[in-house]
């Protein structure tokens, strides 16, 4: 293609990569850098086929001169198995002011919005684990804007909910803490905020900024209390998106149905989408036949915030993938094709980004000062020992920092948080099960092993050294 739109053979572009050492086949797609290069060098003029780019997302900028309107908060509760994650989300859903009105049976969808009493609205996404929410972070689509995280009064914090915190402080993400199951007679708040605490998340009741709310997803209470601290918060947050442009967002689920064919949730972040428009989701595409809400009802746009199902698409994109309304089929392919050819490399290739090399790369490029990974130990006491003695290595400049050390197996969790962070796995006396393994592979995470601590530390210290050296 680049070397059509050069007017030049293809086995000249070829053969001249080659020379660079470096070898391409004619259907390969090749990074926006060394096309660039390669066009000057051929003596051409660079012009990039639209402001838009194809390799990282094809999402323009917003125009600073754009008028931003506010937009609701989305929101991802999160927390350990049987605290009550599923319970509140259906709380949260009866509360819609509206939906008495519309009725229906709500289909799930992956995401909703409630409509406040204050007129206000929250959207939630209901994306069952944290890898969903890890998945969609590492395919660079950050959609959530505030955590819930749903701890039950009776149990305190658990593995799983140590794991919660990790994903959204990754994420950058503000939290609230819903303290569930107040009714239960063994409910102990105090013991919650308490154990909070070790984790470095400090509530307002202990002179920190983090709400804490309690709540019973079972009777009910509490649920004005933990709307209003949602909208608190995004109120600081001060959320706003020009809805005045053509839509972009995030996949949030998407599947091929008998009768429907492809159907995928996406959740607008910016402008408007209208059923009609043509749209890219990841390597998709399809003239949107349908918008549809969680109760079946047809749309005629969506706007920020807003999540739908869209019917038309050609394929089911993956949850994380980008979408975008684009102006017409013809770019609409263009991106799409680009995107299939680019995926068959990646899984054949390097891909991915999260090996301790690849960070390396992107250490020496100066893109990155830390070297992130995700400790998995036998015991707690090694995790921690790895995790404190990789953060006295490197310097100001550049240094190691463990997002998470947990004792167990390496998991799918595991190996989506490190994705998100472009991390590698350190898994110390432990393997990783069947799942994990097939997911690193598929997102090109590394999983190291290893059993001697010094060794761990020895690679990690070349990593950083590799960084700090050459030209100085
Ligand atoms: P999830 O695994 O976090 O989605 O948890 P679920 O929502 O499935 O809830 C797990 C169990 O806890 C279910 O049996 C719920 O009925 C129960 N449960 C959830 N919230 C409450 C609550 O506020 N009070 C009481 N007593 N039980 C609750």
Known sequence: DLAARM????ADVVKYLMKQGQMVRVNDVLDQDTA??????????????SESDV??????????????????????????????KTSLLDALRATDVVAGEAGGITQHIGAYQVNLKSGEKITFLDTPGHAAFSAMRARGAQATDIVILVVAADDGVMPQTVEAIKHAKASGAPIIVAVNKMDKPDAN??????????????????????????????????LDNLTEAITLQAELLELKANPDRPGDGVVVESQVEQGRGSVATVLVKRGTLKRGDIVVAGAQWGR??????????QLKEIGPSQPAEILGLDGAPEPGELFAVVENEARAREIADYRQRQKRQAATGSGGGASLEQMMARLQQSEQQEIHVVIKADVQGSAEAIAQSLEKLGNEEVHARAIHAAPGGVNESDVMLAKASKAPVIAFNVRA??????????????????????NVLDDIKAALEGM?????
């Open 468 to 472: 700090l050296s050459p030209e100085q």
């Open 288 to 297: 949107v036949r349908a918008l549809i809400d969680e109760r079946g009802q």
């Open 7 to 10: 007017a030049e053979r293809a």
């Open 433 to 454: 099960n069947k799942q994990a393994r097939e997911l690193a592979e598929a997102e090109g995470v590394e999983i190291r092993y290893y059993s001697i601590i010094y």
């Open 36 to 49: 660039e290069l390669i066009v000057s060098d051929f003596g051409h003029v660079v012009k990039r086929v």
């Open 189 to 222: 708040p105090n013991k919650v905020l308490q154990d909070l605490l070790q984790h470095e998340i400090v509530v307002e009741q202990m002179s920190g900024d983090v709400q804490a709310i309690e709540v019973s997803a079972l009777k009910k209470t509490g």
């Open 55 to 84: 390799e990282t997302g094809f999402i323009a900028e917003d125009d600073p001169e754009d008028t931003k309107k506010p937009r609701p908060p989305v929101v991802t509760v999160m927390g350990h198995v049987d605290h009550g």
